[in-house]
């Protein structure tokens, strides 16, 4: 219902004419009429001065329900707090989930890549240089020759940088190589497959 439908309903129902409701008002009768056919509407000073005269709020006289917003803000406003929870719910579980998948991920990958690069292997040098014993041993895996693990004195690598090297092999034949030009001896172990 409009506004002008509104003036004329309680215009009526409190027995006022157009021209009793204008003088009250202070405006023309011409002015009623226009409010109740829908031609103009009153200012807001007016529409406060009509709700005085008929006793009745804005909001009413301009069918202006607020409970209706009420509500409905109220429904927005559980509608996005239900929204809230559902994501902190979501990066509560990412954040418990996402490390335990990037471990079992990590796990699986590194199982596929072992598979391919087949069994872990032992491989020791042991030379001599200069009146001195040196060994170094490597674990590598068999089918690539990759180096998972390398140790034992130090000079040796230090002296022929063989641990610039990712393949076993390529490794050992720096040592054994550096320690012949030099004058010493070498002595390689036979591939064993490595202990878990």
């Known amino acids: 219902m409009d506004i002008g439908k509104k003036i004329m309903d309680l215009r009526k129902k409190n027995g006022l004419s157009q021209e009793e409701l204008a003088e009250k008002i202070g405006v023309a009768r011409q002015t ?3 409010w ?9 000073k007016q529409a406060k001065e009509i709700s005085k005269i008929f006793n009745v709020s804005l909001d009413e006289l301009t069918n202006n329900n607020i409970k209706d917003i009420l509500v409905e803000k109220t429904s927005n406003t ?10 902190i719910k979501f990066m509560i579980v990412f954040i418990i989930v996402a490390p335990i998948l990037l471990v079992g991920l990590r796990i699986i990958f590194k199982n596929i890549y072992e598979h391919k690069a087949g069994r872990l292997m032992n491989i020791s040098i042991s030379c001599k240089l200069h009146n001195e014993e040196y060994s170094y041993e490597f674990l590598y895996y ?3 020759g ?3 693990e390398a140790g034992g004195d130090g ?12 393949d076993a092999y390529q490794a050992l034949d720096k040592i054994d190589a550096y320690v012949k030009n030099s004058g010493g001896t070498c002595e390689r172990s036979e591939p064993k497959l490595a202990e878990d």
């Open 146 to 148: 990759q180096i998972k």
């Open 155 to 166: 000079y040796l690598i230090n002296i022929t940088d063989a641990d610039r090297y990712e």
């Open 142 to 144: 068999e089918n690539n």
């Open 36 to 44: 109740e056919l829908g031609e103009t509407s009153p200012d807001l």
């Open 32 to 34: 009623i009429s226009k």
């Open 78 to 87: 559980e509608k996005l707090a239900g929204l809230i929870l559902k994501l």
